[in-house]
């Protein structure tokens, strides 16, 4: 073989095994946050400044919405982040340059993530004359779930995970909960109008486990954006979890993730093998 394709060829094999190695280190590093159940929130701000950063962590992959409420209860201000392949969110708020940041006092930043309290935290900034005042606050819910021994934190009475792959027609949502005797009311919805597509009742096992699949197709799901999950047992807010899943054009949306790296890696080595095998110049020669 022309040493100079040689070079070239392993060059190629050790970028792609680099390609697989940094996307499976990004997929353990977030199992390993799956570990954990919960949200953590920071809030922070200068002196006399004009931004409230907020930053934060969950054990969710879908995103999470934050939003300002002003001393006289009025929201002023929201955003959705989603969270990177660590859990990991960011953003800003700009204060003033509106009328709704004209009074002084404590405007509250909430976060929420579902509607499991694990999932929600409100952290305040004081604003006088249109400027913060020097802020440093957090709260921290993320925390490890056990499963062994029959039950879960007794903080967190059910639990969701939902798994959608991406280009597919089905969610299959899977759970635990510490009450076995009594069923789960799973419902999806739509994210116009919020009304409620999709029900289904499941009943739990010895261990609390429980699991359904929802189908995605017919009108019901002809909008696009953020489809809510909702599983809960009762009215206590322990007993109650949610999860989104984005769909578009009757699919849950696909994107560019680690398995799709890996089979562009094989690719790129299948190629260089049979261009090897092949002959084929990939260098010109003079």
Known sequence: MNPQRQVLMYSLIA???????GFVSQEIAFAQLLEKQGMQLTVTANDGGSTISVSGATSKVTPVAIKVTAPNGNFI???QISPDMQGKFMTNFNVGGGSQWKFDGKYMITAQHGENTLYKISLPVEIIGGKTLATNVSEDFLENIVFGGGG???DVGLTINVDAPLGSKTITVTGKTLRTNTDVTIKVTEPVFRNVIHTAQVTPDAGGNFMTTINIGGNQWK????????AQQGINQVYRDSAQVEIANGAVIPEFGAIAALILAVAIISIIVV???SRLSIIPRY
């Open 15 to 21: 970028f792609s095994v680099f390609m697989i190695s």
């Open 77 to 79: 201000a929201a955003q």
């Open 152 to 154: 879960i934190n007794e």
């Open 223 to 230: 909008q696009n954006g953020f489809y809510t999950i909702t």
């Open 275 to 277: 261009s090897a095998k």
